[in-house]
T-cell receptor
């Protein structure tokens, strides 16, 4: 059965800290891995990763994929209170684009 | 640019009543469309997806059905709601963004969602 597992499930840090969120997967017909940020509403797209070892970066957020070890990490540097959210990892399987989601990591950044 | 709409934003319905949630996409043609449900404090579960008009695939057996009467319109329905149908319903569309190994890779974007409470 296809599975996506995120860790930790929750995390509390202080502003300025750096955090690393983990996502591991077991999926047949892997196509891509996607990261989303969800703040009490619909998830917003952060990154899509398809190739191992190539870092995607957007401001203080970055992510990388390891297709051999079947995991990805999402890094957030110099965290701010506005980074508080649930971060969702999803893996796309097959050619229809459908996604299998992990449970999410709830990040709380304290001032 | 592409935009995805969902309505209503919130809905409170009694058990046994019918349901119809609508999703429309603007600014793209022939998108893949998806319905997800998110129960309180849990991850997203794929309910249905569609790769074209009239083409619906169901991912889990349930009390719901989906239809795609037009290219950019996706509808989620139920004839009789159950308490367990409560949740946050999200429509999404995807666009081809590249290739990965043996196949295609799609970026996927979500609508604003409908929060359904069945009482």
């Amino acid at each position: 059965e296809d599975k996506v597992v995120q860790s930790p499930l929750s995390l509390v840090v202080h502003e300025g800290d750096t955090v690393t969120l983990n996502c591991s997967y077991e999926v047949t017909n892997f196509r891509s891995l996607l990261w989303y940020k969800q703040e009490k509403k619909a998830p917003t797209f952060l990154f899509m990763l398809t190739s191992s070892g190539i870092e995607k970066k957007s401001g203080r957020l970055s992510s990388i994929l390891d297709k051999k070890e079947l995991f990805s990490i999402l890094n957030i540097t110099a965290t701010q209170t506005g980074d508080s959210a649930v971060y969702l990892c999803a893996v796309s399987s097959g050619n229809t684009g459908k996604l299998i989601f992990g449970q999410g990591t709830t990040l709380q950044v304290k001032p | 640019s592409q935009t995805i709409h969902q309505w209503p934003a919130t809905l409170v319905q009694p058990v046994g009543s019918p349901l119809s949630l609508e999703c429309t996409v603007e600014g793209t043609s022939n998108p893949n469309l998806y319905w997800y449900r998110q129960a309180a404090g849990r991850g997203l579960q794929l309910l249905f997806y569609s790769v074209g008009i009239g083409q619906i695939s169901s991912e889990v057996p349930q009390n719901l059905s989906a239809s795609r009467p037009q290219d950019r319109q996706f509808i989620l329905s139920s004839k009789k709601l159950l308490l367990s149908d409560s949740g946050f319903y999200l429509c999404a569309w995807s666009r081809l963004s590249g290739t990965s190994g043996r196949g295609s890779a799609y970026e996927q974007y979500f609508g604003p969602g409908t929060r359904l409470t069945v009482t």
